[in-house]
């Protein structure tokens, strides 16, 4: 840490500080240690690691830069002095208005009109990091618990556990079905919480799902929502992958269920979104919270005072996102280019031997290596992540890292990278399989 301490102190810290619920430890992001320490690139590193542990989407990014060449007033001021001084002295936490209004539009367009959002509703913070650890402790108390289906994104530990003390309890979900989300897998998750004697305080889905990959579907969604009702807990849905789903009709968010039933019981549902991933703006730092329950809305409002997101990237996103020709365009060309980069990615991974979990949205896809397992353990897997971290230089995630309860699944991204750069991760791993069935032979 740049200037060295001869002796550490002894004085205590809190228990956030010296807490282990980060996450931190974990595979996820020891594989980012590793493309940190040896990072690829085709010129000066071409035999370094590969990310495909970032779910970053890269796919339309010049559509953002055009946008920008072809409207230099968004990234300035437009009204010159007058304009920088009402920015710079800007500082209402409830954001700005035509910023908030334009969020709200864009939620609507995604979801092809099917789902009205009142931007009085939305509250900023900076991502959906922010927004669900701000939900968290908004709904529930230290040692209270969420309800988070398996597999989900490491993250998680960090976001809603490490400093609101709020337990994360799994639904354990499985390949029998693909996955998805059952009513008996919520009643046994709830159970598990009553025999610790933990109060359940709501359900937390991401809809469509890290690291799956794939869009809830409908009558689901309409079992987790009559869930949350019988318990009367509470339903977060962090839709952030959204407008990363392939087709529109495949989508159905939480809030176009809530208006087919008139929003009865909508006060226990809040949506959480954010521009890093449909967007590619990660950098940007800009997440929302949609409730619709007015005490959570204002409360968040209050604490988002601690997660503000600057007047000046508000400027420039109200600007891009209330030009319709543009976001109409955008929306239409990165899901097509998100289609063409997953349908690569799979066919490669078919070609090595390699299947996966058939999948519609996000920018990754959810593969099954479960067959090269020596072992079905959590040990088997980590070795076969191991000589892909290490030996292929391909940066992936365990499903372990993920709590999957099936050993061999990992996560692989696919969005962050050009197409060139993925053809040689594809043959990198197709080099890989040969070897290895040339050893078991």
């Not at 979801?111 to 509703?121: E, V």
């Not at 354990?172 to 159970?191: G, M, P, V």
């Not at 087709?247 to 269920?257: G, Y």
Request: hydrophobic share 35%; net charge negative.
């Amino acid at each position: 840490m740049g200037i060295e301490i001869e002796h550490q102190p002894c004085v205590e810290l809190s228990k956030v500080a010296v807490s282990e619920t980060h996450g931190e430890n974990s595979p996820y992001f020891a594989g980012w240690k590793a493309y940190d320490e040896n990072p690829y690139d085709e010129f000066t590193n071409p035999s370094g690691v590969i990310q495909m542990g970032l779910a970053e989407n890269q796919v339309s990014f010049d559509l953002l830069e055009k946008y920008l060449e072809e409207h230099p007033e968004a990234s300035t001021w437009g009204k010159g002095a007058s304009g920088f001084r009402e920015n710079a002295l800007f500082q209402d936490y409830h954001g700005l208005k035509s910023f908030r209004s334009a969020m709200a539009s864009f939620m609507e367009q995604i979801r092809g009109g099917r789902a009205k959002f009142d931007p009085q509703r939305i509250v900023l913070t900076a991502g959906a990091t922010a927004a669900n650890e701000l939900l968290t402790f908004i709904l529930a108390n230290p040692g209270d618990a969420l309800l988070v289906p398996t597999p989900y994104y490491p993250g998680f530990d960090r976001d809603l556990r490490w400093r609101t003390g709020v337990n994360i309890i799994p639904i354990h979900c499985d390949s029998s079905n693909n996955f998805q989300i059952t009513r008996e897998a919520l009643e046994a998750a709830y159970k598990d919480a009553e025999a610790m004697n933990t109060k359940v305080r709501g359900v937390l889905i991401t809809n469509p799902s890290n690291p799956l990959g794939v869009a809830i579907q409908r009558s689901v969604l309409e079992d987790i929502l009559d869930f949350v009702i019988q318990k009367n807990i509470h339903l977060v849905s962090d839709e952030i992958y959204s407008g990363s789903v392939f087709s529109s009709s495949e989508f159905v968010s939480v809030a176009e269920i809530l208006e087919a039933r008139q929003y009865r019981d909508a006060e226990r549902v809040h949506i959480v979104y954010s521009l890093s991933k449909d967007l590619g703006l990660p950098g940007f730092r800009v997440g929302t919270i949609y409730s619709y329950n007015d005490k959570v809305v204002t409360t968040a409002r209050r604490m988002s005072s601690f997660t503000l997101i600057s007047s000046q990237t508000q400027h420039l996103l109200a600007c891009m996102l209330s030009d319709k020709k543009f976001t109409e365009n955008y929306i239409r060309t990165n899901r097509e280019r998100l289609r063409k980069r997953y349908q690569m990615i799979i066919d490669g991974l078919r070609s090595a031997g390699i299947e996966c979990l058939k999948g519609n949205a996000g920018l990754f896809c959810w593969m099954n290596l479960s067959p090269l397992l020596e072992k079905p353990t959590r040990e088997g897997e980590l070795e076969i992540w191991n000589a892909i971290l290490h030996e292929v230089k391909l940066n992936i995630s365990p499903g372990s890292s993920c709590y999957c309860s099936e050993p061999g699944w990992f996560r692989v991204c696919f969005a962050n990278m050009s197409e060139q750069t993925l053809e040689i991760a594809l043959k990198r791993i197709r080099d890989f399989m040969g070897r290895i069935r040339t050893e078991r032979i």
